[in-house]
Structures are given as structure tokens and as C-alpha cells.
């Protein structure tokens, strides 16, 4: 056995707190080591090459690396191992980046237990063998879900490719809030006009399969074998024969809240969210239906010219197979109202926020696009707008910005002056962020050819006065005390990861954050990728974001699954558990606790009911590796022998 130690510098990242060459000469001195060295940068072209030309030199017979973290490079290292002839598997990689140079600053202690790692590494490469993949199929069929623009862009360019998809969207239409909103910044076209020729896209593409009024309810399997199950809501409408003639809504009486509009004007129990709608098909919601409330109606399937109202309509389960996931389920605006009662806490009907605005703005919006007070309908005058509510507020735990907040006030302020010629805009503000390609230039617009007064500081109260409503805050700048006397507030109110995201997230296996964004692989190098292999992320699922990065990310989504699916096979991790059959007890416990159903049941010829790893379906998540009383199933890299011998290691310096 030729162990050969390598101790990256990653230029100052280590070298600056850890004395990489004394770690180096202390490996000269351990047990089988014949060969140790510093590299620059361990992970560019001459450091593989480096290591490369050592092992085959000093004919070494495994790899000790000291660098970055595994979940970065130990891939990249792999490769350069196996280039070097080596078993990809005979290779050790020590974190003394994040585990020591990142969290001290003593270089004596830094450098000591960078030594003791080093050394760690090494006695459990000492327990190493060559471990080889195996390849499985992949299943050609994708899932997307979220029918916002992310997951519209998505779900198109991966059909494009040839690829069915499967759109899952919980409401009864595609378009999810870019739907909502009237003109979008910084180019001001209309948001309609450029959704929704994509949504009808999505209905007419032959690789698309477009389910409404569904959610996903679990979810099996793994990378490239997935197996999902699909609840498909009643909706008491049978969409292949509904031809979104509106007849049904026109003549309910049931009334029931307008989700689609914010809560702004009212809809009905059963009914089409907009004109636009992709399918154009209506829902009936029977918690507002006077015939499951009295029953006493059924006005709907009497005028249903297509005969396409089904009361008995009964909730299913779709079950199917795909190779990858694509989850682009958006945002929903935090709910302010709790932890702002300066500003009325949603009792005020001149308090609005800026997604309600957005639809009173819009031609196709409840108002039909005229700008009103809900109050008394009168076209307000001065209209002030408060950015940051639920947004870089730590006072309430809400340190996140929500990233479009100032773009989207600017352009309300900019649209009220086109709607109304003679109306002042005021926006209290803490910063402008305009970060992209535009968007500064946007911002001056609104001030100086729409005249809006942008006005630096924090809002502290709301309260009406003689039917107006008084805006009071501080003008940081002159140090003012500013009161306004506004016939409208516009609340530019932050995002929240869209409701349920985190019962998602479990179901999916993957991670999120405190406001149930879901979490990136790496916010670098792999920005639309999860942590489980096979499902990726698209659009404001993964924090706030405006239209363009929304839709770049749905695209960069979409090249890595169709990158994925091309293959049609792909090569398994060998790290898989492996059951001693001679020891197995047969208690299959190891089952009950797989969670990729990964351990059937065999018979041995001497009749013992026994545990078996079905290897191609085994992620190596060590579950079973626990859960088995005899501890009989070692996961292969992870053996007791090779943990013992590491840890043994440890305690003996
Ligand atoms: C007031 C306001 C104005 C804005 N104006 C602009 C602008 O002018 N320009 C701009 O670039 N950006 C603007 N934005 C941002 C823009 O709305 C987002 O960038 C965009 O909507 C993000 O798209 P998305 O598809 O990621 O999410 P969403 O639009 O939120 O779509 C997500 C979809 O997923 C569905 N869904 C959620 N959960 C599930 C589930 N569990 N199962 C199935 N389906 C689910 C939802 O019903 C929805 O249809 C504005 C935002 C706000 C709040």
C-alpha cells in the first residue's frame, strides 16, 4: 500500500490560517504515506495534473486529499484519481477549508488539527477498496410543478426537446401571478400580452400534458425513477366538454371571494378566474355552492349549454412514472396584517397591497382598470406607497428583500400618473435596489418624468382623518417629520415561499429555508439543482425573483433535466448498503425504514428468509445501516471497519 497526501492551499483560503507545508511534512512521517506535497489550487488544470503525475511517479495505490468541502470537489477528484489509473474509490478527502481554515484564526491550532485530519484520512484509506457503478434506466418522462411563467418556460423548452412533460398546477389555470399583474417593469409591456401566448402554448404543445386542480401527493423513488402520485381535485366540471362559454358563472348566486383579484370585487361559487384562462374551463367551489351549502340550486348544469356540470365528480389519483422533477411553485405575498398594526392591520379599505393594486390597474381587473378607492370608488389623488412591508424589517424577523419591491413601486407609481394625469405619487422608501439591466434608469423615470417623490425612511403610523388617510414617517435625509395626507396606500408588501412549499419540500425530500424557500444544491455552481438528485428548482420557489431571472432559471431547470434524460441510463454511486446474508436475522427492519424500497425479501437455498439490496434503487442513505439490531448491512465506503479505524485514529493522537 503507497498512500499519497496532497494539502491544497486553495490560494489564501487555507494557506493564510493553516501552515500547509507543515501538514505536508507531518504526513511524510504517518504510516504508508510515501509521498506528500502542497498545491496551489489543488482543484485547477496543474493541480490535477500534479497528482496526476505523482501517483503514476511514486506508483501510489491511494489518495489523500486536504482541500475544500467533499460536496464541491470530491467528484472533480474522483475524476483526476481514476485519469491517474487509480480506482476512482481509492481516494480521501479531508475538509480543512470549511472544517478548519474558515472557523480559526490560530495558525498553530489551525495547522495541528489540519495534521490530526490528515492523519484521520489516512487510516481510513489504509481500510479502502475499489468499488465500481452499475448503470439503471432512466425514466424519459418529466414533471413540472407550478404553472407560473418558471414553470411555463420550463415545462416549453424541455417538450421542445422531445421530452412528454407533465404540468401539475394547483388553481384552476396556468399563469400564476404574472397573470396578476397589469404592465411589467423596467419595458412596461403588458404582462398579458407576453403570458399569454406561452400559456396557450403550454395547452396546445403536444409533449405537454396540462393537469389544473392538482397537487402532488407523494412521492417515491429516486433520481430518473420517480413515482408520483397526483391528487386531481372534483371541480364538478368535466373539462373535456366545458367550452368556457361563462354561461354557468353569469347565472350562479352563489357569491364566494375573488382569489384571482386579491380579494378586490367578488366572484362566484362556481366560475372562471379571467377571459384568459388556460384551459378556459370553470370551477365550481362547493364550499360556496348553494346546492352543497342548502341543497337547494343546480342553476349551473341547467344553463350548461355543453352539458359539462358533474355534482357526483369525484376526487382521483393519477399515478406515473418520471425521470426528473422541476419545482416552480412561486410566491404568495406574506401576510402583513398580524405584525403591522401601525398600518391598520388590514382594517383600513384604503390600505392596499401592491398585488391588489396591480389588479386595479389592469384593464381585465375587477375596476376595469380604472384606479379607485375601495372606500367610496373616488379616484384617488395622492397616493402613497411604502416599500419594505414584511421586507428587511428585523424588528419582525424578516431580515430577506424581496428583490422586486422597489422595481414594482416605481412602475405603480409610474402607472397611476398614466391612469391619472393629475395625481401625486409619494413612495417611502429604505434604499433603491435596482440592480439589473434597466432597472436604475427605470427608477429615475418615475421621479423625473412622472414626478413621484421618493422620500428615504420608515412609515411609523396610518390612520384616517376626515375620510383621507394620514401617512405619517421620517424623512431620513432631512431628518423631517413628514406627514401626507394620501387618498390611497399602496403596501409594497415582500413574498413568501408560495403556501405549502414546505409540505412539498418533505414530500420531495428536499430543503427550505425559514420562509419555506426552497434551498439550492449550491448558490454558485449549482443554483437550480436540490440536494436530491433528479429534482431542480425554477422561479421564485427559490426566493424572490422578477420575470427575467424567473424564467433564466426555468430554462437553466430545463437544460439540466433534458442534459439528465439524454443519456437514457445513468451510472449509480457504488456507496450502496450490502446486506452479509450469513448474519441476517430477518427481521426486516431495514425495509420498514427504506425509503427508496431498495430491500426485498430472499430466500437462501437453505430455506433462510433473508434481507436483499436491490442495488440499482439503493441511494446509500445509511437508514438501514442503523436500523438493523445485528448490524449486518454496511454501506460500502462507509464500512465499521473504515469509521473505526478513522475515529480510532483520532482518539489514539
Ligand atoms: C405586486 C407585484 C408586481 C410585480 N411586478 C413585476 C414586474 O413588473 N416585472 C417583473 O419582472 N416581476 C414582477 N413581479 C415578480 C413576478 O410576479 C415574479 O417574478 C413571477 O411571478 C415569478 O414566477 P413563478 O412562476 O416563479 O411564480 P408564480 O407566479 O408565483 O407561479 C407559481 C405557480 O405555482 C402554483 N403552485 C404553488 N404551489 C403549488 C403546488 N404545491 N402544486 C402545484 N402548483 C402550485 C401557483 O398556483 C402558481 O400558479 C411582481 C411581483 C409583485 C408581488
Not at 426 to 447: L, M, N, P
Request: aromatic share 6%; glycine share 8%.
Amino acid at each position: 500500500m503507497r498512500i499519497g497526501v496532497f494539502v491544497c492551499m486553495c490560494g489564501n483560503n487555507i494557506a493564510a490560517t493553516v501552515d500547509t507545508e507543515k501538514v505536508a511534512e507531518a504526513a511524510r512521517s504517518m504510516r504508508d504515506v510515501y509521498h506528500a506535497e502542497t498545491i496551489k489550487y489543488s482543484c485547477s488544470d496543474p493541480g490535477q495534473r500534479t497528482i496526476i503525475d505523482a501517483v503514476e511517479k511514486k506508483k501510489l495505490t491511494r489518495v489523500v486529499l486536504a482541500a475544500c468541502s467533499p460536496r464541491m470537489h470530491e467528484t472533480t477528484f474522483r475524476r483526476t484519481v481514476k485519469a491517474a489509473g487509480l480506482n476512482p474509490f481509492m481516494f480521501e478527502m479531508v475538509n480543512i477549508r470549511e472544517h478548519v481554515s474558515w472557523i480559526h484564526s490560530d495558525m498553530e491550532e489551525a495547522t495541528n488539527k489540519s495534521i490530526d485530519l490528515v492523519a484521520k484520512g489516512v487510516a481510513r484509506a489504509r481500510k479502502q477498496t475499489p468499488l465500481t457503478s452499475s448503470t439503471v434506466p432512466l425514466t424519459g418522462r418529466v414533471l413540472v410543478v407550478g404553472g407560473g411563467i418558471a414553470g411555463i418556460q420550463a415545462a416549453l423548452d424541455i417538450a421542445d426537446s422531445g421530452l412528454p412533460v407533465t404540468l401539475v398546477e394547483r388553481d384552476s389555470t396556468i399563469g400564476g401571478n404574472m397573470a396578476r399583474l397589469d404592465k411589467t417593469f423596467p419595458t412596461l409591456d403588458c404582462s398579458s400580452c407576453i403570458l399569454t401566448p406561452r400559456m396557450v402554448d403550454v395547452k396546445n404543445h403536444e409533449n405537454i400534458e396540462l393537469m389544473v386542480n392538482a397537487e402532488v401527493d407523494r412521492v417515491r423513488g429516486y433520481i430518473g425513477n420517480f413515482e408520483v402520485d397526483i391528487r386531481k381535485k372534483a371541480t364538478c366540471v368535466d373539462e373535456d366538454k366545458c367550452t368556457g362559454c361563462f354561461k354557468c358563472e353569469e347565472k350562479c348566486p352563489g357569491k364566494a371571494p375573488d382569489e384571482f383579484n386579491q380579494g378586490i370585487g367578488e366572484s362566484k361559487a362556481i366560475s372562471i378566474p379571467f377571459p384568459q384562462a388556460v384551459p378556459l374551463v370553470a370551477t365550481l367551489r362547493k364550499e360556496y355552492c348553494r346546492l352543497f351549502i342548502r341543497g337547494k340550486c343546480s342553476i349551473c348544469q341547467k344553463v350548461c349549454p355543453a352539458d359539462a356540470i358533474d355534482y357526483e365528480q369525484e376526487e382521483r389519483i393519477i399515478t406515473e412514472k418520471y425521470g426528473a422533477i422541476v419545482v416552480a411553485t412561486g410566491y404568495d405575498l406574506f401576510d402583513w396584517t398580524k405584525v403591522y398594526p401601525e398600518y391598520g392591520g388590514g382594517r383600513y379599505p384604503d390600505v392596499v397591497t401592491s398585488l391588489q393594486y396591480e389588479r386595479m390597474l389592469s384593464a381585465s381587473g375587477p375596476t376595469g382598470g380604472h384606479v379607485q378607492r375601495p372606500s367610496d370608488g373616488e379616484e384617488p389623488r395622492n397616493v402613497v406607497f411604502i416599500c419594505c412591508v414584511g421586507s428587511r424589517d428585523e424588528s419582525i424577523g424578516r431580515p430577506l428583500c424581496c428583490s422586486v419591491g422597489c422595481m414594482y413601486a416605481a412602475k405603480q407609481a409610474i402607472l397611476t400618473k398614466e391612469h391619472i394625469p393629475d395625481s401625486q405619487s409619494y413612495v417611502f422608501y429604505i434604499d433603491i435596489r435596482a440592480g439589473s439591466k434597466g432597472y436604475e434608469e427605470f427608477t429615475r423615470r418615475a421621479q423625473k418624468e412622472f414626478g413621484a417623490i421618493y422620500l428615504r425612511g420608515r412609515v411609523g403610523l396610518i390612520y384616517p382623518r376626515d375620510g383621507r388617510m394620514v401617512v405619517m414617517g421620517t424623512d431620513t435625509l432631512s431628518a423631517d417629520q413628514v406627514e401626507i395626507e394620501a387618498d390611497l396606500v399602496v403596501l409594497v408588501v415582500g413574498l413568501n415561499a408560495a403556501a405549502g412549499a414546505g409540505e412539498l419540500a418533505r414530500k420531495l425530500n428536499i430543503s427550505y429555508d425559514q420562509y419555506e424557500f426552497l434551498s439550492e444544491s449550491h448558490p454558485k455552481l449549482r443554483p437550480v439543482e436540490t440536494n436530491t438528485g433528479g429534482i431542480f428548482l425554477a422561479g421564485a420557489c427559490q426566493g424572490p425573483k422578477d420575470i427575467p431571472d424567473s424564467v433564466a432559471q426555468a430554462s437553466a431547470a430545463a437544460s439540466k433535466v433534458i442534459g439528465l434524460l439524454s443519456k437514457g441510463e445513468m451510472e449509480t454511486s457504488p456507496l450502496v448498503a450490502e446486506v452479509d446474508q450469513k448474519k441476517c436475522i430477518g427481521c426486516f427492519k431495514c425495509q420498514e425504514v427504506c425509503p427508496y424500497q431498495a430491500i426485498e425479501e430472499q430466500t437462501l437455498p437453505d430455506g433462510r428468509l433473508v434481507a436483499h439490496v436491490i442495488e440499482s434503487l439503493c441511494q446509500g442513505c445509511g437508514l438501514c445501516n442503523v436500523a438493523c439490531p445485528p448490524s449486518v448491512i454496511p454501506l460500502k465506503g462507509y464500512t465499521d471497519d473504515q469509521l473505526l479505524a478513522e475515529t480510532l485514529e483520532l482518539l489514539r493522537r
